[in-house]
């Protein structure tokens, strides 16, 4: 298992785009994700869980990542995070 | 529109059979009403149905929702996309998806209850969080689930139809068709709809009997009449007197004999009086239809569709692994030759259930013209395609769609080749005889025919889009149904031109639309030089008897005589006459075998 904080890089927050794209880059993997925020744990898989945590941009989340392409899993996603879901770019 | 007020016996109904086949039953009236959620619990035995109904609805969405993005990465609307592609991952949610069945479950409670109540837990989470940015689109979240609610209650309603259904409808989709099917319903019966509409090429498959084009079945019933559908009268009796329902009994006897003669015919080889062999392949769009090639003793498959596969996937064609597995089953068949595989050719009206918002579909963004513009799709399907071929070395042939132009097929085939080096290079085995063909169904490639002879390895010519293309006809359109002339002269010498240029340059030239299956015209095709007929499994049989009582000089007579018609008038005479040859023919063969 990984885990590692992040930090919601772009603008608007976590809306239903950004939600879909890191769902989207979540499910080409096999391993487990969660995300912690605010002492909830959510599925990183399930967009309408993501959601809930409306998370604004700056907040703080902690990815965990479980299974056989965790690493990957991990470089991929916090890409994602950091580049601002490929939101603010457009 | 008039109203129709008494209810007659024996009223008769004229349409078009979609599907032939003679049933009698208790018609039921099926329309797509908006039911009120039923918040009713459910009895114990009745939850996996439940479970299995939330799937299917999932499946079918699903397929809504992949036209539908289809179209819209078309339109290069990025709010579009962003809408859809949250939808998209909305509907895949597993977290969604496993809270509504342990919804049904614990509670008891109907499918359409239960995704009301998932989604309502999501929708009171995200508004207690006040954020303007997330309540504005909810109303996307709601969408998704109005829409599984409307799929699971379609789902309730038709599964109400018992075995001895007629059902009777406005109109049908390609969805409701399978799930009228697998329930067994008789036969179906519908206002409106084209014969090659895709809801009629499924019906066909799966060998529902269909009447379509009646204008005012729905209106004319009741639930509850006993009706007779006629296929090969093109006809509906509806609440038939006694008399003719002993008619009908005996009718429908005589009926179950002929399609005992016919399965007689299914052992015995394709070739005609004189002993020409002739291949006679299959037309394959589901999974579930591999097995009617062994069935019907099918020689191959002429064509494997591979567009309802992708669409059920529901990953937006992304999943090579699923595409693998569809095509490793075709190769599962008994019979070792070729296997034809087409690839993706969605636009159009294919299974499609929404309604396509191109101006012109036909005319619009569809088969290769897709895929070249998506690469990504093109390149995992084609991955998908010759690792699969590579474990079948010499049995694979790859159809390209929708080809209007050679630099098409060109890109095509040079985006195979890299497919086949990529996979070299990672030391995956590759056939490297694969064969590369064009279909003939744009009148351009027609035309043009003697140079891409040049470049493919075979041809096959689509009856049902190169009619449509040639003589400007829609045909799904029933206003103009009876121009729709698969075997005009303008479209046979279409096929003839094909035929030479396959002569020419030493390449097969096959025929794999629904024409085919027609006997009469599969003997026009024969006579032409086509001696690849590629069909519905289940009506291999016919065709094969038909084939089997004429010499090919006949049938060459008849192509001859055909290409000389003028009129749409003289296309029916000689069709007359032949089928008054052919019905002779086959009670002289009934007498030889008692």
């Keep these: 298992m990984v885990k590692k904080k992040v930090k919601v890089a772009n603008q608007a927050g976590i809306h239903a785009r950004p939600a879909a794209v890191l769902v989207k880059e979540a499910s080409r993997f096999e391993s487990d994700f969660y995300i912690h925020m605010y002492g909830y744990r959510i599925n990183g898989k399930s967009i309408l869980g993501l959601l809930t945590l409306a998370a604004e941009h700056g907040a703080e989340l902690e990815l965990e990542l479980d299974g056989p392409d965790e690493k990957e899993a991990m470089k991929a996603l916090v890409e994602l995070f950091s580049n601002g879901f490929k939101m603010d770019k457009k | 529109m008039q109203e129709i007020k008494s209810y007659e016996p024996n009223t008769k109904l004229k349409g078009l059979a979609a599907v032939n086949g003679l049933v009698m039953g208790v018609s039921h009236i099926y329309s797509r009403g908006n039911i009120n959620i039923n918040p009713e619990p459910l009895d114990t035995g009745r939850i996996d149905e439940e479970i299995k109904k939330f799937e299917q609805a999932l499946e079918g969405v699903g397929m809504e929702m992949q036209s539908l993005t289809d179209f819209a990465s078309g339109l290069d609307d990025s709010d579009t996309e962003s809408i859809l592609q949250t939808q998209y991952e909305v509907l895949h949610d597993p977290e969604m998806k496993a809270s509504v069945i342990a919804l049904i479950r614990k509670k008891r409670i109907r499918a359409e209850k239960a995704i009301y109540d998932a989604f309502q837990k999501y929708i009171d989470l995200i508004k207690s969080s006040n954020k303007s940015f997330l309540i504005t689109r909810l109303s996307d979240l709601r969408d998704v689930r109005d829409r599984l609610i409307r799929s699971t209650q379609q789902l309730t309603v038709i599964s109400r139809f018992g075995k001895d259904a007629i059902i009777i409808t406005d109109e049908v989709s390609p969805l409701e068709v399978v799930a009228f099917a697998r329930n067994g319903v008789l036969g179906i019966i519908c206002n409106s709809g084209g014969l090659t509409s895709h809801a009629s090429i499924i019906a066909n498959a799966m060998g529902v009997p269909m009447i379509i084009g009646t204008h005012t079945a729905t ?9 007779i559908l006629n296929g090969y009268e093109r006809e509906v009796i509806l609440r038939p007197d006694k ?19 016919l399965r007689k015919v299914i052992n015995k080889p394709a070739e005609t ?46 999943d090579r692994k699923r595409q693998e597995l569809f095509c490793q089953n075709a190769f599962s068949i008994k019979d070792s030759s070729s296997i034809t595989i087409r690839l993706l050719d969605v636009g159009g009206d294919k299974l499609l259930d929404i309604k396509n918002q191109e101006a012109n579909p036909f005319l619009g963004w569809r088969g290769v013209r897709i895929l070249l513009d998506k690469r990504e799709l093109l390149r995992s399907q084609l991955e998908a395609i010759c690792r699969v071929a590579g474990q079948h070395p010499g049995r694979t042939r ?39 063909g064009v279909m ?57 031109m094909a035929v030479n240029a ?33 069909m519905t499994p289940r009506l291999i049989p016919g065709v094969k008897q038909a084939i089997r009582l004429f010499t090919f000089d006949e049938m060459k007579k008849l192509a001859d005589n055909m290409l000389l018609c003028n009129t749409l008038k003289e296309i029916s005479k000689i069709r007359e006459e032949w089928e008054q040859q052919y019905s002779e023919k086959r009670s002289d063969e009934k007498k030889r075998q008692e």
């Design chain 2, 502 to 534: 396959g002569k020419e340059n030493q390449i097969p030239v096959a025929v794999c639309g629904e024409l085919a299956s027609d006997p009469f015209a599969a003997q026009v095709l024969i006579g032409l030089g086509i001696y690849e007929l590629s």
């Design chain 2, 243 to 261: 008399e003719t329902t002993e008619l009908y009994k005996q009718e429908i006897n005589r009926h179950n004999e002929e399609e005992k003669l």
């Design chain 2, 219 to 227: 209106r004319q019933a009741r639930t509850g009449d006993v009706v």
């Design chain 2, 398 to 436: 790859l159809l390209v769609p929708m080809v209007s132009t050679l630099d098409e097929f060109i890109e095509v085939k040079h985006e195979i080749e890299q497919t086949q080096h990529m996979l070299k290079c990672q030391n995956v085995p590759v056939d490297e005889k694969i064969r590369i």
């Design chain 2, 273 to 318: 009086l004189c002993g020409v062999q002739i291949s006679l392949q299959a037309n394959i769009d589901f999974a579930e239809e591999i097995l009617n090639v062994d069935k019907f003793r099918a020689e191959g498959i002429g064509l494997l569709r591979t567009d309802t596969l992708l669409m059920n996937s529901g990953t937006i064609g992304m």
């Design chain 2, 440 to 496: 003939v169904e744009v009148p351009s490639v027609a035309i043009q025919i003697r140079l891409f002879a040049k470049h493919v390895d075979f041809l096959s010519i689509g009856t049902n889009d190169l009619t449509q293309y040639t003589l400007a006809v829609d045909r799904g359109n029933n206003l103009i149904s009876s121009l729709y002339q698969p075997l005009h002269p303008s479209v046979l010498t279409l096929i003839a």
